[in-house]
Nanobody
Framework: QVQLVESGGGLVQAGGSLRLSCAAS????????MGWYRQAPGKQRELVAT???????NYADSVKGRFTISRDNAKNTVYLQMNGLKPEDTALYFC??????????????WGRGTQVTVSS
C-alpha cells in the first residue's frame, strides 16, 4: 500500500502561482510514476502532469509552459509548480502513484485531493 498526502492548494487570483506537494509513504518500489490529475465540477478527471522516477515528464497541452512537475526521490515527494494560473485551472487536484508491468498500470494509488481555486 502507498499513502499519498497532498498540500499547497488554495485561492489565488488569475496570473498568480501556487505550489502543490504530495508526499508518498508506505511500500514504495521503483521504478514508478507520480503525477497530478484534476477534476473540475461536472467534468471528468484529467491528466495534468506526470514524472517518472527517472525524471521523464509528461504534460497536458493546457498547462505546458505554465506548470512544472518535479520530484525528490529521497523524500518520495512530487511537486507541481503552477504559474500563470487561469480561472479554468480551478479544480480538485489529485496526486497519483503507479507502477507499470508490461505497459499495464498496476499498484495505482490516489490522494484525497487538494482544492485549487483561481479567481478572475
Amino acid at each position: 500500500q502507498v499513502q499519498l498526502v497532498e498540500s499547497g492548494g488554495g485561492l489565488v487570483q488569475a496570473g498568480g502561482s501556487l505550489r502543490l506537494s504530495c508526499a508518498a509513504s508506505g511500500t514504495i518500489f521503483s521504478p514508478n510514476v507520480m503525477g497530478w490529475y484534476r477534476q473540475a465540477p461536472g467534468k471528468q478527471r484529467e491528466l495534468v502532469a506526470t514524472i517518472g522516477s527517472g525524471g521523464d515528464t509528461n504534460y497536458a497541452d493546457s498547462v505546458k509552459g505554465r506548470f512544472t512537475i518535479s520530484r525528490d526521490n529521497a523524500k518520495n515527494t512530487v511537486y507541481l509548480q503552477m504559474n500563470g494560473l487561469k480561472p479554468e485551472d480551478t479544480a480538485l487536484y489529485f496526486c497519483n502513484f503507479y507502477r507499470e508491468f508490461r505497459y499495464i498500470r498496476i499498484n495505482d494509488f490516489w490522494g484525497r485531493g487538494t482544492q485549487v481555486t483561481v479567481s478572475s
